[in-house]
């Protein structure tokens, strides 16, 4: 994709580019995003190569702490897809000094409440989950638990419940008036339970050591009884929620292996990968692979 699609799109909907977003540069995908303004004077998000289903929240939510953008236009320039979606005022949470952590879960669970009415497809994909573990394997002490934990609780990863992707700090907005917004809403779908928890709390990970597993644990147990305490009884899902809990930070580090393994992008930020500092990237898999060993006590 060349910016030549870019200055397209902005010409034709009599746009001008006030901040360019770096998403092409942490991203596998070739997508271009911009903050925009219209002849009106208005603030517009152009995201190109990559765009929401014009049939999920088109015309966008405000609930009591949940805030999903309106979608604007959604069309194609040269067989590329593009959209036009409202700007919603406010900090990237991963900005924040302070954790929001109680009203990111609180939002966690009015998205599960409100995007059980939209038409969302199933993004369960078993062959890419393989994948994930066969290129993480090399850098787990416990491989073959790790794919044995995969095949015992298969119907937990086969589930159907509505996730974000990635429902992670760098693509939440904390708003003026204390909700949080959903930004970078293309891949919204059906996945297991709980399939974005674990983007709230893997940043934490790019800094630690084998000696803060212990504290982490304290941490996610913290997580988990806060994460419990709002659950709406409304929502048919799973029974045990401590199980799904620590089902989905046990993916999360084998994912976390994954981008190691992978060079995966997002990585790059935190000098991590065959890219980044060999110390600093050897810690990162040592605390991975002695946080895993804790998890797999639980969930093994």
């Known amino acids: 994709m060349s910016h030549l699609h870019r200055e397209a799109i902005l010409q034709q909907h009599q746009l001008r580019v006030v901040q360019e977003f770096d998403t092409w540069q942490h991203s596998e995908e070739k997508k271009d995003v911009v903050l925009a303004k219209n002849v009106q004077g208005d603030h517009v998000i152009l995201r190109i190569g990559e765009t929401r289903d014009p049939a999920i929240f088109a015309s966008g ?14 069309g194609q320039f040269e067989d590329v897809d593009y959209e036009i979606e409202e700007y919603i005022e406010g900090t990237l949470v991963c900005d924040l000094d302070a954790d929001p952590l109680e009203l990111l879960l609180k939002t966690f669970w009015e998205f599960q409440e409100v995007a059980v009415s939209q038409p969302l497809k199933n993004k369960n994909d078993l062959e890419k989950q393989q994948r994930f573990l066969n290129t993480a394997r090399p850098l787990l002490e416990r491989p073959d638990d790790v794919n044995c934990i995969f095949q015992k609780h298969h119907e937990f990863w086969n589930g159907e419940f509505p996730s974000k992707w990635k429902f992670a700090r760098d693509n939440l907005i904390l708003t003026p008036d204390h909700h949080i917004a959903l930004i970078d809403n293309a891949n919204m779908g059906l996945r297991w339970f709980g399939y974005d928890l674990g983007w709230l709390i893997w940043p934490r990970w790019v800094e630690m050591q084998t000696y803060d597993v212990e504290k982490e644990w304290t941490y996610l147990e913290g997580v988990l009884a806060c994460w ?4 709406p009884e409304t929502l048919d899902i799973p029974k045990d929620l401590a199980q799904a809990f620590w089902l989905n930070i046990f993916a999360r580090i084998v994912g976390a292996a994954y981008d190691v393994a992978n060079n995966t992008s997002h990585l790059v930020r935190h000098d991590l990968g065959s890219s980044g500092e060999p110390q600093r990237t050897a810690a ?3 605390f991975l692979n002695a946080l895993l060993e804790r998890t797999i006590q639980v969930v093994g």
């Not at 405000?62 to 959604?74: D, K, R």
């Not at 419990?228 to 659950?231: A, D, L």
Request: hydrophobic share 45%; no cysteine; net charge positive.
């Open 228 to 231: 419990r305490s709002p659950r």
């Open 61 to 74: 939510f405000v609930g009591t702490t949940l805030v999903i953008p309106q979608l604007l236009y959604h």
């Open 284 to 286: 990162h898999v040592a």
